[in-house]
């Protein structure tokens, strides 16, 4: 089966979607796979082109304000008015920063119904939460008990047998989490040439 992996985070390879691309491609095997990223500098028309011409296609994204990057929607929209084949089937994989990922269930309602409007198959979708945990995650000795869950989603949408949207999160300690994503912001504002304090300045015209 040819199977388009759309990677939709602005990052791209450096992203957190990017990663469990990965994850899930390590899942499949027997099929024709090809990778599609959909940023700013993405040619739109190309991108559709190659997406369509798929049997399968899986997005990865981040979750923004409870919704999509700006870009895949933008994406979504366009293909919109392009001719295309029904029954492409589809699926999808929300990173969602939150340690819940109950917040990304509209976003995974979002893509469900443009794919009704497109007549596509819809499969399903997992929005996980505390995502961006899970390179760290995996290189600890209970990895494959904290990640099962999210392991367990990503398998399911890799044999194209998910059947609904689900939400699920990383088994890690919720202040754990917390304390580790305060840790990067402030290595991330150094990194950038300032401080912590920082953070709380308001923006000014």
Known sequence: MKVALICA??????????????ACR???????????????????????????????????????????????????????????????????????GFYEGKHGYISLKIIENWAKKMHFVYHGGASIGAA???????????????????????SLIAAGNIKDNMTVNLAIPRLVYKKAVESNWRKEIRKN????????????E
Request: hydrophobic content about 40%.
């Open 132 to 154: 961006p945990a899970w390179e760290t995650v995996r290189e600890m000795p209970m990895a494959n008990l904290m990640c099962k869950r999210a392991d367990q989603a990503l």
């Open 26 to 96: 390590e899942k499949m095997h027997g099929n024709e796979i090809e990778e599609i990223f959909i940023q700013p500098d993405t040619n739109m028309d190309e991108a559709m082109q190659r997406m369509l011409a798929n049997e399968y296609v899986i997005f990865f994204y981040p979750l923004y304000v409870d919704g999509l990057p700006s870009t895949l929607l933008a994406f979504l929209s366009a293909s919109e008015m392009k001719p295309h084949k029904r029954g492409i089937q589809v699926a999808e994989v929300c990173n969602c």
């Open 193 to 204: 040439g300032l401080e912590a304090r920082d953070l709380d300045n308001k923006v000014t």
């Open 9 to 22: 985070s602005p990052k791209g390879k450096e992203s957190t979607s990017y990663i469990l691309l990965k």
